[in-house]
């Protein structure tokens, strides 16, 4: 069974920061893609950042220049650092990964981040 368990979350006041932790665990052969994603009330879920097994990232536009990914793969975690916080960030934020192998997504339950203007 295969586990995504999440960190970090919050109450900050605009302008100020927190980190995001997701380790996964089970039985997971080889994880490619891992990502953050963020659903807010009355709106859809979206993608905020992604980071391949390589490192190459990619960001949702308006959080570019203010969050970073990474990951250690060594410890199949993935981290999300974000700074600068803005009232619109509030959200709960999912953990993904994507296990190449077999094609599954494995999803965290979220943890809530709220920016307090």
């Known amino acids: 069974q295969v586990q995504l368990v999440e960190s970090g979350g919050g109450l900050v006041q605009a302008g100020g920061s927190l980190r995001l932790s997701c380790v996964v665990s089970?039985?997971?052969?080889?994880?490619?893609?891992m990502g953050w994603y963020r659903q807010a009330p009355g709106k859809q879920r979206e993608l905020v950042a992604i980071?391949?097994?390589?490192?190459?990232?990619h960001y949702l536009l308006s959080v570019k220049g203010r969050f970073t990914i990474s990951r250690d793969n060594a410890k199949n975690t993935v981290y999300l650092q974000m700074d600068s916080l803005k009232a619109e960030d509030t959200a709960v934020y999912y953990c993904?990964?994507?296990?190449?192998?077999?094609?599954?997504?494995?999803w965290g339950q979220g943890t809530q981040v709220t920016v307090s203007s």
């Open positions: 980071i391949s097994s390589g490192g190459s990232t």
């Open positions: 089970g039985s997971i052969f080889s994880i490619n893609d």
């Open positions: 993904n990964a994507f296990e190449g192998g077999t094609g599954d997504n494995y």
